[in-house]
């Protein structure tokens, strides 16, 4: 009998610290679903930099704007005004370029087809942007880096890597400040950059746009990593930039935003610097009386 009696008993202990352990899983799953999700910190705003193309006065400058940092992607404007005026580009659809074994491909499909030069601006194909600056050479980049004002027009690339003309705007030696590129974009929508003015107009055509209450915004966005002590890339640093030019009526004005990342997030730092400088815009222009 006692033998049964602890046979019974036992069980019923290991059920009550069952139902002890459910209890004290569901209180804290509800506590987990009850408490405020954290979301990843809002990217810092470097700089925000607005001018009227015309005369060329400042009408909004935050932030430190001075200290030049790599442009990625948003050299494809200046490269495609290269490109252009050197002839390698011949139009918004033509050349037609192939993507080949070996050619960067992180941007996923996008990069994998046949590219004219509208898709390689409005997908920031990379391999794209090396066959121009390969046609050109490191001799007539820096020519042109250099007559455009474009930072400090240094097209050798990492170190000893012999790399230039491959990644030379990506996280390099190419370096330029927010306000150097409102001057060089200044420059380019009044047709001012020692290039023809065809060249220029071609260039700006191919460039992405966005209407906003009667605004034409357009610009390109730009993403790249700092490099950390030991060579790697610092993903939670990112640089996101978005700079570009907008329309109304005639009232032309250049913008310029660069923002740094606190940490790591899903999204490209590029994509999301457009994407809260574009929804600001309404807002901002309202601030600045156009």
Not at 120 to 143: C, D, H, K
Not at 211 to 240: H, L, M
Request: aromatic share 10%; charged share 20%.
């Amino acid at each position: 009998m006692l033998r049964l009696e602890l046979g019974f008993w036992k069980p019923l202990a290991k059920t009550a610290n069952l139902h002890g352990c459910l209890s004290a899983l569901v209180l804290g799953l509800a506590g987990l679903l009850a408490a405020p999700m954290v979301a990843d910190p809002a990217p810092q705003i470097v700089c925000t930099l607005i001018i009227a193309a015309d005369s060329g006065a400042v009408l909004r400058e935050d932030g430190d704007c001075a200290t030049r940092v790599t442009p990625a992607s948003t050299f494809k404007i200046a490269l495609a005004v290269m490109g252009y005026d050197a002839g390698f580009l011949e139009s918004p659809s033509q050349p037609v370029l192939s993507y080949q074994p070996g050619d960067p491909k992180w941007g996923g499909a996008n990069w994998l087809r046949d590219t004219d030069p509208t898709d390689w601006m409005r997908y920031s194909v990379v391999w794209y942007s090396q066959r121009i600056t390969r046609a050109l050479g490191a001799e007539t980049l820096t020519r042109y880096g250099q007559a455009f004002g474009y930072g400090n027009a240094d097209f050798r690339g990492d170190p000893g890597q012999d790399n230039g003309l491959e990644r030379a705007w990506i996280a390099s030696s190419l370096q330029i400040s927010p306000r150097e590129q409102a001057a060089f974009l200044r420059a380019l929508v009044t047709d001012d950059l020692p290039a023809n003015a065809a060249a220029q107009a071609q260039a700006r055509s191919i460039v992405e746009c966005s209407a906003i209450e009667g605004w034409a915004v357009c610009g390109k966005t730009g993403t790249a990593y700092p490099r950390q002590s030991n060579g790697s890339f610092d993903y939670a640093r990112g640089w996101g930039w978005f700079v570009g030019w907008a329309d109304h009526a005639g009232d032309r004005l250049v913008f310029v935003r660069l923002t740094q990342a606190r940490a790591r997030s899903e999204g490209s730092p590029g994509v999301l610097a457009r994407d809260a400088f574009l929804a600001a815009w309404p807002a901002d222009m309202t601030e600045l009386g156009r």
